[in-house]
């Protein structure tokens, strides 16, 4: 079945300073990759999302870009700011074919110090 | 309009007891999801529904768990004979379909296995 590694489990930053965050996946069936972030004790929510006929994505300051022959994906964040301090989690998913489950990596908690 | 929805949001059982977890998923939306989170760790795939149909339940880690939808409304997680190790976030999670990709999640239901 699919796996998920994410890199780094910790990132620490400067306020303006970027965070880029890695993740590798194994089924090359994959197709539908999001990303998710999760403040403390509350729900993940979606940030930004890529599927397999596309490279790279842009929504403000944040881009994901998708290397299919690598199987790798990264989440790219500019200018960072204290609110983006939380826990992100990629996932793949093989979508239609497996209902859209999403595997997920272990998580990248991010601290920008101001 | 209302999100995806969970209850209770904390529960504390003794060893050994059952528990039901309740999901009310977004009006019109098909597709419903449980993952699991353990403290610190990412999301677990459990099962999902298409409808009342649950066509993959191959993340339920063992035969103490099992799972319901009503229709294309409510879904209940039941875990029997409850154990240390079960306590964890349930989080569950809905998609207009299974081929729309985008899945909302909800707020979790903590619970804590005395």
């Known amino acids: 079945g699919e796996n998920v590694e994410q890199h780094p489990s910790t990132l620490s930053v400067q306020e303006g300073d970027s965070a880029v965050i890695k993740c590798t996946y194994s089924?090359?069936?994959?197709?539908?990759f999001p990303w998710y972030k999760q403040e403390l004790g509350k729900r993940p929510q979606l940030i930004i999302d890529?599927?397999?006929?596309?490279g790279e994505k842009k929504d403000q300051r944040i881009a994901v870009t998708l290397n299919k022959t690598a199987k790798h994906f990264s989440l790219h964040i500019t200018e960072t700011q204290p609110e983006d301090s939380a826990v992100y989690f990629c996932a793949a998913s093989l979508s239609y074919n497996q209902g859209g489950k999403l595997i997920f990596g272990q998580g990248t908690e991010l601290s920008v110090k101001p | 309009g209302a999100g995806v929805s969970q209850s209770p949001s904390n529960k504390v059982t003794e060893k050994g007891k059952d528990v039901e977890l309740r999901c009310d998923p977004i009006?019109?939306?098909?597709?419903l999801y449980w993952y699991r989170q353990r403290l610190g760790q990412g999301l677990e795939f459990l099962i999902y529904?298409?409808?009342?149909?649950?066509?993959?339940k191959s993340g339920l880690p063992s035969d103490r768990f099992s799972a319901e939808r009503t229709g294309e409304s409510v879904s209940t997680l039941t875990i029997q004979r409850t154990q240390q190790e079960d306590s964890a976030v349930y989080l569950c999670?809905?998609?207009?379909?299974?081929?729309?990709?985008?899945?909302?999640f909800g707020p979790g239901t903590r619970l804590t296995v005395t």
């Open positions: 999670a809905s998609s207009k379909r299974l081929a729309d990709y985008e899945q909302y």
């Open positions: 529904f298409q409808g009342n149909s649950a066509p993959d």
């Open positions: 890529i599927r397999s006929n596309v």
């Open positions: 089924d090359s069936a994959s197709n539908y």
């Open positions: 009006s019109g939306h098909t597709a």
